[in-house]
């Protein structure tokens, strides 16, 4: 084990307490991992948390009128839109990075992997909040995996594949777990399980992530035609390919910056060259989204639209799309690693733009006048994600993601 | 070879437990004609004449309660109301417009599609269409997921966003348990100049077309909702053309279930071919490494 063990009694390791320590507070007694606890960050994120608790307590007392601006016009707001709609392209994180290093057998990108699917794994965990806090009868979650099903609709596909994925993706996540506990029988149980994990979330993801899309065939008078398209499945399957993949690089820098102390050499060291090899994927990826765009848009016959304000809106959201691969393009061809990341950033507000614009900003646009949404909403929605990005710290700051457990080293998957 | 057999069988059993596993989300629509000797309404717009007898009718028959205004105020016809208001608690809404001089009313309800958006888009099957004719919704099985309202290109159902612990669907269900019963839906029933009419749909849609070519001056030449949305249950005549009444005129004649049918076929292949592509370039990539590491134990 390590130097301050050691010098301490051995006898201690034995101890429950020893474990708890070593295992949730970071090695520190109780009342020191409290006060170490105390900082900016923290208490900024858990006020945050606590107001959007009241919030979402609110909704399961009083109903959902006590914190949205549903209606029986526009009945999905920003608690979708952005938790489900938004959140879910970008978590194709760990089917894109998984198929990468455990089918194609890329090696160069195994040391974010395990980050790719904790980021994917706690995507759609969320995501799974966001619609329990949605759903009118949240208790009722489970009814179409047993109770009552209808295969017809596009969003049972959706519920059966977010079920499974992310019952996928948390044995694919568990051998870091089981890493950070020890149980080395139950890690090689699923390291062992990688090839199959892998093959499921590929046809999970790309069913469900154009399932997405595909749910909102059913309203095309109601999205804008700029937006709406038959092509719809596809362009959300395309663009979550470059979500997931800009996801990863915008995380790795973020990581680089604040959760150093967490991460080990061969991490640090590789991420340059990750971001450019995830670059270049990604000015391809999103060249043939712009195409795959362009075309449906001519199909649809819907260029009369770009005229007035939506069509505007468009050509915002459009630009961003046409600039990240140029951009990406450049920057790998500089090696300016600088400059991938920047993409990756205009890439992921691209994204977030069209997800919110389909199903959100654009719904029911030839209504005259719309509320978009309420204040209570935006809080519940960023009290969420702070709480998802808690949890991803805590699972940081313990387990093996950005480093490798140095008991498992030579013992990777695939 | 024994080590090439045993990888065999563990991507070929993978590719089978995940295809299994995966079936269970295969689906498909089929197409569909309408169930034979199912109910309609017709609504002929140019007998209409605003007295709300069908709304007073429809909230006794479903223990809607009483609204604020009475029944008998004319002063809501100042907006356009929707079929469900939340504090009112209604299924349907009468609406007065003037077109040309000439004032006309439109009753506003489900429209009882012959295949429904929000039928193919309820994720637990609690919104059927009844062999009957009308469009119900089961309250036991219901997740309030809310799709049916994003799909419904009629705006018909309704969530009640106020209750935290039963929120219901609302809408009108053409009184199904009366017509099961061998009775006429209510509003039909008390409407005093018969602009409701309750019968077999194919039979209505005669008696539509009839009165069309009877009075060919009175009448447009447009049954709404004889191929609006695949076919409605639901049907109107009118004197006055109905974009000028507020009827939803973009909505095209391709029944909604068709929008995504398409998609839905391809679940089945992909699961079938995923497996196959991505194991198959695994064993090319893997083969040679594999062999190298169990050589490596043997040496052991």
Same mark, same amino acid.
């Given at each position: ?31 020191? $991992? ?45 608690? @979708?839109?952005?938790? @489900? ?5 970008? #978590? ?23 980050? %790719? &699917? ?44 977010? !079920? ?46 154009? %399932? ?36 990863? &690089? ?19 060291? #590789? ?25 449906? &848009? ?23 799309? !046409? ?63 702070? &709480? ?27 | ?15 089978? %437990? *995940? ?37 007073? !009718? ?27 208001? !939340? ?70 159902? %309704? ?64 049954? $709404? ?57 695994? *064993? ?17």
């Amino acid at each position: 084990m390590t130097d301050i063990i050691e010098t301490e009694d051995l006898r201690k390791t034995e101890t429950v307490e020893y474990w708890i320590n070593e295992l949730f507070f970071n090695r520190l007694s109780i009342k020191d $991992y409290v006060k170490s606890l105390i900082n900016p960050f923290n208490i900024v994120a858990g006020i945050i948390v606590l107001v959007g608790l009241a919030f979402i307590f609110m909704r399961f007392a009083f109903g959902l009128e006590a914190i949205t601006d549903s209606s029986n016009t526009q009945a999905w707001g920003l608690l @979708l839109g952005v938790g @489900l709609f938004t959140g879910v392209p970008f #978590s194709a994180s760990g089917f894109v990075m998984g198929t990468a290093v455990y089918i194609f057998g890329l090696k160069k990108y195994q040391p974010v992997v395990t980050n %790719a &699917i904790l980021l994917g794994f706690l995507g759609y965990l969320f995501a799974v909040v966001f619609l329990m806090t949605d759903l009118g009868r949240p208790w009722r979650i489970y009814y179409p995996m047993i109770l009552s099903f209808g295969p017809a609709s596009v969003m049972f596909l959706v519920a059966w594949h977010v !079920a499974l994925y992310l019952s996928v993706q948390a044995l694919e996540f568990s051998s870091s777990a089981f890493e950070w506990l020890g149980i080395r029988s139950l890690r090689k149980l699923v390291v062992g399980a990688t090839l199959g994990l892998t093959i499921a979330g590929i046809m999970l993801s790309t069913l469900h992530q154009s %399932a997405l899309g595909a749910m909102f065939l059913l309203a095309p008078g109601k999205v804008h035609p700029l937006w709406w398209s038959s092509y719809m499945p596809w362009l959300f399957f395309v663009s979550a390919l470059a979500a997931g993949l800009v996801y990863v &690089i915008l995380v790795s820098k973020l990581t680089q910056m604040f959760m150093r102390n967490r991460a080990d050499e061969r991490y640090l060291a #590789s991420l340059d060259e990750i971001t450019l090899g995830i670059g270049k994927a990604c000015a391809l990826i999103l060249f043939t989204y712009v195409g795959l765009r362009l075309t449906s &848009i001519t199909y649809e016959n819907a260029w009369g639209y770009l005229q007035g304000a939506y069509g505007m809106w468009f050509l915002v959201e459009f630009l961003l799309f !046409a600039l990240a691969p140029l951009m990406f393009f450049y920057g790998v061809q500089k090696k300016n690693v600088g400059i991938v990341q920047v993409s990756a950033l205009v890439t992921m507000i691209a994204i977030i733009l069209n997800r919110l614009n389909t199903v959100y900003i654009t719904f029911n646009w030839q209504f005259p006048h719309r509320e978009l949404f309420y204040w209570k909403e935006v809080i519940v929605v960023i009290a969420v994600l702070t &709480i998802e990005v808690l949890v991803y710290r805590w699972i940081v700051n313990r387990m093996p993601v950005l480093r490798q457990h140095p008991d498992f080293i030579g013992e990777e998957h695939g | 070879m024994k080590m090439s057999r045993r990888d065999f069988v563990k991507i070929g059993g993978s590719v089978v %437990a *995940l295809s299994l596993m995966g079936n269970t989300a295969a689906a498909g629509t089929h197409s569909f004609t309408g169930y034979p000797d199912r109910y309609g309404m017709l609504s002929d717009l140019t007998r209409c004449i605003g007295c709300r007898r069908c709304e007073a !009718a429809c909230n006794k028959a479903n223990n809607l309660g009483t609204p604020k205004t009475s029944f008998e105020d004319t002063s809501v016809f100042e907006e356009k109301r929707r079929p469900y208001v !939340a504090d009112v608690g209604s299924y349907t809404a009468v609406n007065r417009f003037e077109v040309d001089g000439k004032t006309v009313y439109r009753k506003v309800q489900c429209m009882h599609c012959e295949e429904p958006a929000c039928v193919s888009a309820c994720l637990v099957g609690a919104l059927q269409k009844s062999p009957e004719g009308p469009v119900t919704w089961n309250e036991k099985v219901c997740i309030g997921c809310r799709y049916c309202i994003t799909a419904c290109p009629f705006y018909v159902p %309704a969530f009640e966003y106020s209750s935290a612990f039963d929120p219901k669907i609302q809408k009108c269900f053409m009184c199904h348990q009366r017509i099961t019963n061998g009775t006429v839906p209510a509003c039909a029933e008390a409407c005093p100049v018969e602009a409701i009419t309750f019968g077999k749909r194919d039979k209505l849609l005669k008696l539509a077309w009839s009165r069309i070519w009877g009075e060919p001056d009175k009448y447009i030449d447009h049954v $709404y909702g004889e191929r609006e949305a695949g076919g409605t249950g639901w049907l109107y005549v009118s004197g006055v053309p109905f974009s000028k009444l507020d009827f939803q005129m973009d909505i095209g004649t391709t029944a909604y279930p068709e929008l995504t049918k398409d998609f839905l076929s391809i679940v089945n292949l992909t699961l079938v071919s995923w497996p196959a592509v991505f194991g198959g370039i695994y *064993l090319m990539n893997h083969k040679d490494k594999k062999t190298h590491t169990e050589e490596k134990e043997v040496k052991k």
